[in-house]
């Protein structure tokens, strides 16, 4: 199969001879129609968008930009549904989806969808929170909460919220959740809690949040005090409070909202996920099986976004109708090392996470911690650094609403923590390093001290 | 065949995955014995080949250690004998040598080398400037150069030098090249010049220096006035002036020297690379070809030596009888994030020159420009600054001769300039970046924007 | 005088120990006085001030948070008004306001102002773009425009804007200025134009605009060829299109709004900056003029910024509710680490923009260039370093509407290229640099090479 | 007192402007005598002085280049002997000398010697180990041990050595070191002990060491456990067993030495510093007097090297000579971004150690510990930045002989972790802090909080 040349357009030579033994015909296939699904329909409809979305704050959580309908119904007809679990343990979930891919390959996939952020993803029905939710679902729940929530999930037909985040908790550490209970009182379990950040939620079109409760807070384990709870935002005691912002902007009308339980009653066998109550205290196990390849998913997003940033700097910076003082700004040493600088740390970051996805392909996401580590503090970095240089060419335009880039920096911004901090990631990673090496090149280093001492060398006593 | 586990303590497994297609079963046996030879021979002999060195000035230079002959010996009896050369075009020189090998897979394996870089790639004849001066001549010499001086050099019975910089002298840009000149006069040609780094022309081993010389200063391409000339070290008029140091190393008993060449009568027929006088002013030409691959093999190598060094600094970090402040050094939270950023640095700058060395397969130095010129701007900064965190972390200690790292520090500090600055490859990068990317993302940006305005979005004017 | 102890916790001892003998009694008594009205009164109004604005569309931009008012007359009552003028040549303006102080003085007042940045520069009528603007007007306006714009003005009566940006322009360079002209026709300066970030255009009680305009396109200086025109908002013509936004933020009421000027019909002998038709091709000349301190105001203020972010770090760290891991934040060695840095970065920083302060004492602005460019590139990036720390130790709350950090980051951005970006003020500190320094050490080098050879060192001939 | 302009090329207008209320007339005098003294006599003997250094291993070590004793007659000359201790509780000690000086203009003082640190420290009797060994022998040494080794110290007769750190020990914390013992026996003290990293060990002029030994083991104080020996490098058992090097310099004839104390025998009365057993075991104590300004003193050389870096630099690039690209070196704009940075780093960088020295003018040492970390780990990293850039634009020549630069990269380096590496200093600079400002801060937070509550603002409940 000849290349689609587009392809190498987004993945420089370089890169793309090294990639692409991993990747199979049918894999680039899709990558080739993706490319043609962000360029010619989710890019051109992204001003459509926001411009859909009302300035009224009546209005603003009201209704959905009717151009997504138009770019899901496109991205079925091209075959781009669902493609997130296509390779996966629930690939049934998704006939007549694109299927079959590896987690590689849709990592590569993902990061052009990345370029169309806003868009491309949720038009495929690959984006967050309800990919991770309808894999919960689909691998907890029972026949009656898949029939109800994940079959229209699936079709792209409601949407969800995942209610984990609780404000003044370090919630990246799950066990630590504490604002939320569910206790049993007349046959019905009723929720009261206290929770923020919950994207998603000020949809219009969000059917179900799946709200981590603590149910039993006496528990001796840590890791058996939580339940997942499905919740119908509409039951009478959820309450959205409000949106938060992210650097000035609300996202609406998904938002990430601020959310208060209060006195929801529930009826234990639809409300649990699994409906039975022997799941009661299962919801930090169930927490672990929803993360993984998501975060490489968030990465390779953000490779994009990076790549987008880069050409947004390209192209201003070759406009010959912008000169300072005589020169075109591309005649400039220091914005050409920029430029270099960029793309250098882009496809190296790049190789980071599609190594990681590689890694969950041959040994699942559990197998791949150090790599997933690696890749999810080392990409935002970088596309961080790069949309700040982009933005710095732009001028005061760079951070205006004229340009993507404030909210693609602002956005971005937000993976330095989301899903556990750097410093987190970083301390983790360190750990597993000298945990794994350790015992090689301590044992190497012995061998050597021999083997120098019998060779007559003058060495100090020997030393780890 | 099962895979040799110590390679995955070379490269990780995150890494290896990515690589690994790549790689054919006779490149991973031979990356294999690479290991064992590095390991337990190259490595082990690095006191003894220093402590074989004298002090005294005199004999400084006019022996070299005797432990090199046996690691020699000892690549042979293992098949790892002029490695580079055997995927290229030059193959047939290097009967009985390990053969077959693609740049990429090479590539890794002078990783591995790059871990006792002052012996192994001497050991197993893979080392600059030899291998350079090797392809010149067996390219562009006549039959009588090649018997004289290829065949021992493949042999590894005699060594080299290239003696191309000259004092005062943008050098890397060769056509800049002026004090030194050959004068034909009553038949013979007159070579006068003054050159500094020329590295190994302090070994007493050095048997032929190719010179760079202007035969044609008049000529009026700035690419046709160079000649490359063969001059044995010990003809009249040939002065080694004194070693240049490397921060405080002399590098003996090879160095880096500077050399006047005084009224120097060389023989054209013998002298002009080549053996004809039609060769005059092909010098430029000749320098061309010579690079390419080579800065690969620096930056691979180069890896290998910030690989030692994050050894090293998980070893001592991992001393139980090093602690301050009540705490060993590896649970300090600054160390771990030192190491966890070191290793994600390396892996990352790793698969840019992997990448790069695969294009050359693809593609030829010439096709892999770009890829070649982000890996030797990339490298060599993150080589120096995971050595920087390895030497803070031992103290004084770090800094002497005890340890290798202050010794590896300032020569991979030299690779921030040599064979072209960091600026220089840089500029080049991004230019070729605009070059290739520009039309299309211009295109791209004028499409996206007519698509735009089809839907009904209110935009500005178009732009580039 | 004993010094107010509260000083030392914003200038911690070591700085002040350097700056204090550049302060008066009277500057320490006014600093003092500063500290109570921002810590007492602007810090606690701010959540009002931001309350008071509506989220409605159309009221947003129609009314002025009331609070303001009071802190006005509590600054009127402190002797807190117009101290940015108290020092200078309008003195006079300023009855019974602050007086005498120094622009190192005033710089270092003016950094705690930053702690409440969007209250405390208002309210003692210190705020950008009203103070040039009063400068341009006492220095070169008529009588009768001193009358009408200036008295409103320095008794913080009105508010004004100054009209200078341009699409598509850099306008950091006004000889640029190109898309706004103002034609004589039948008597009157018919004015036509289109502007951007016009900042404070959007609120309602902003009176005047002081628009840059093309009056000589064809004067043979790029210097003669501009106008500065006093305009009213509310005359026919006068388009306020649309509020630009900093990352997601619409600085409502005050905005900084896209304009545009349609066959607005001016009085020449009213409109035109100094009321005769000899002021025409002025402009340059006047804003020129107009720049200078107002760089070291913004500095100032941003270092404020910047220890405000590291307060709430410390604050947020010290929270013993917060652990991760089994540990406060601040038992990470990480944390500590960012802590000591930013308190180095602050205070290193403080001093290049009080060092440039002390220059303009002693030499006025335009003796003061390189001080000042020094200042103006170095500090911004300080301050984002030190907020981006702090948002990273708050998570997701670090972002948000909860803390005003989020908000301080993108302000704080503006900075890297209003007023000229970094990179120009970078490159024209380094030409200063090489201008004045160069003479000197060449001679020195010459000298010392002189030297050295009497003395006997062998030397290479002398070079530069 | 009209300024001697010299003074402006050390230290810019900008920076003099805020430094020169704190200097007295004789101080500038001083200065301006050191900035002939270095120029004139200091910089021009640097390469006499290396090439008066044998290369012989045998006589490297015998002699002292005889070029000192004339800078030190010269020092005498001009009135700048011993300026160090002038100002301090030693004046006394210093007849004839300079006198008089604060630590800020010693500070200030001290960065010109900072240019020719090899030789203008010394020249001046200004030079570690000296400095800090004459003052613990004035502070705490017998009369007979001042006669003996306080006075020729003092004259420039003798030098000496601070015989502290031990292999394998984290020697920066004394209450640490532990391979060192001396024993009573016999009316003897009897030393046994392996030092490294002894300054000033080899030199031929060396003639007393004062070795930290462990004399009563047992104490239940980590502080009582030392005390201070005086020992003739001549006594039998004292053995230089070899310099140790830094990058590959050995910094012969005074070298940085390991020695071995094998039974060396001592008269406790001669020996321990005091000449009393009651001083046994107050050597920590006597090691804290000796800390302190010295490392404010290393810090302003260290800045002193800075400049001169950047003084190398820009000649460099302003040679017309060497041209890349058809550009001079300084019309690229990312070299001249590379000289406003450095610029930038340097100025903020000093104010940091001035103000440092200001409080221990203020508050001696102890009160000033923040500050001189501070000052500590702030100014290495940005004198090796700056000799880094400097190397980087003289390519192979900046790390060679021919320019001092890599030999000042070598030993800024140790700076880095000399007297309590970076990570110890910006540990405790941040727990001081903390100490020191939290209290104030959470003060006017709660404060401003009450304050919010009370204007009506909506506020979440108070929280740290």
């Excluded at 370089?14 to 989710?42: A, M, N, Q, R």
């Excluded at 409809?45 to 770019?71: C, G, N």
């Excluded at 997003?301 to 000169?323: F, T, Y």
Aim: hydrophobic share 40%; with cysteine; aromatic share 6%.
């Amino acid at each position: 199969m000849s290349l689609d040349p587009r392809i190498l357009h987004y993945f420089p030579r370089g890169t793309w001879g090294l990639i692409e033994p991993h990747f199979s015909d049918h894999g680039k296939k899709i990558l080739s129609t993706v490319i043609t699904f962000v360029e010619d329909y989710c890019m051109p409809a992204e001003k459509v968008f926001h411009q859909q979305i009302s300035d009224d704050p009546k209005l603003r959580w009201a209704t959905y930009p009717a151009v997504m309908e138009d770019l899901k119904a496109k991205a079925r007809d091209l075959g781009l549904w669902n493609l997130w679990l296509s390779g996966g343990e629930f690939q049934h979930l998704a006939k007549g989806s694109g299927g079959g891919l590896s987690n590689l390959e849709y990592g590569v996939i993902a990061e052009v969808t990345g370029y169309a952020s806003r868009t491309a993803p949720e038009a495929m029905n690959c984006s967050a929170p309800d990919t991770g939710n309808m894999e919960v679902i689909a691998r907890f729940g029972s026949e009656a909460q898949k029939q109800k929530y994940l079959l229209p999930l699936v079709a792209g037909k409601i949407r969800s919220a995942f209610s984990m985040t609780e404000y003044g908790v370090a919630s990246s550490d799950a066990s630590n959740l504490r604002n939320t209970t569910a206790v049993m009182k007349n046959g019905k379990l009723v929720l009261n809690g206290h929770k923020w950040w919950i994207s998603g939620a000020g949809d219009p079109r969000c059917s179900v949040h799946i709200v981590v409760a603590v149910t039993d807070p006496g528990n001796s384990s840590k890791h058996r005090k939580h339940t997942l709870l499905l919740v119908d935002p509409k039951a009478p005691g959820v309450e959205i409070v409000r949106p938060m912002s992210v650097f000035g902007y609300d996202d609406a009308p998904e938002g990430h909202c601020e959310v208060v339980y209060n006195n929801v009653e529930l009826d234990p066998t639809t409300a649990i996920v699994g409906g039975v109550s022997s799941n009661l205290g299962r919801g930090f196990e169930m927490l672990q099986a929803r993360l993984g390849p998501g975060r490489i998913h968030h990465c390779m997003r953000s490779i994009g976004v990076a790549n987008r940033a880069l050409d947004l700097m390209e192209l201003r910076v070759s406009n010959p109708a912008r000169k300072t003082f005589g020169k075109q700004l591309n005649e400039h040493g220091t914005v050409l090392a920029d430029i270099a600088k960029s793309r250098a740390e882009i496809e190296a970051a790049r190789f980071l996470v599609v190594a990681a996805a590689r890694q969950i392909d041959l040994h699942k996401a559990k197998g791949a911690l150090k790599d997933i580590g690696i890749a999810k503090f080392s990409v935002p970095a970088v596309t961080l650094t790069v949309i700040d240089r982009a933005m710095q060419v732009h001028g005061a335009e760079g951070i205006s609403q004229d340009q993507p880039l404030a909210s693609m920096y602002a956005h971005a911004r937000t993976l330095r923590y989301a899903d556990g901090p750097d410093e987190v990631h970083i301390q983790q990673v360190a750990k597993v390093e000298l945990r794994d090496r350790l015992p090689y090149i301590q044992d190497r280093a012995a061998r050597i001290h021999a083997a120098e001492v019998k060779m007559g060398a003058k060495v100090r006593p020997a030393k780890l």
